[in-house]
Nanobody
């Protein structure tokens, strides 16, 4: 599948932002969708994932209660709603797709087959 991420920008601490990831191609094969992020000088890290359009969702601890991942199959889009943003959320955010339903490796970048180009989120204090 092909992925196109959008929605990043410059916001203030405490603001909200919604990222979108448009899926094209064999959309039905994208069984697990995820968001990762990479801050300058750091490794790419898992943020959130959604399995089979909502059967289950998964989050890294630092974003639980603030971020929500969802999928609109009619629009072939996955969203990441980010609330109460903090400076440490600053990063390039990438969406990723796996054709498999993955649980044990859901937070591992190499478990995903396709990646979007990334969208920059900057949280200013």
């Amino acid at each position: 599948v092909q992925l196109q991420a959008s929605g990043g920008g410059l916001v203030q601490v405490g603001d909200s932002l919604r990222l979108s990831c448009e899926i094209s191609g064999r959309t039905s094969s994208a069984s697990t969708m995820a968001w990762f992020r990479q801050a300058p000088g750091k490794e790419r890290e898992f943020v959130a994932a959604i399995v089979r359009g909502g059967v289950s969702t998964h989050y890294r601890d630092s974003v639980k209660g603030r971020f929500t991942i969802s999928r609109d199959r009619a629009k072939n889009t996955v969203y990441l709603q980010m609330n109460s943003l903090k400076p440490e959320d600053t990063a390039i955010y990438y969406c990723a797709a796996s054709t498999r339903i993955i649980y044990s490796t859901i937070g591992v970048p190499t478990a995903y087959d396709d990646w979007g180009q990334g969208t920059l989120v900057t949280v200013s204090s």
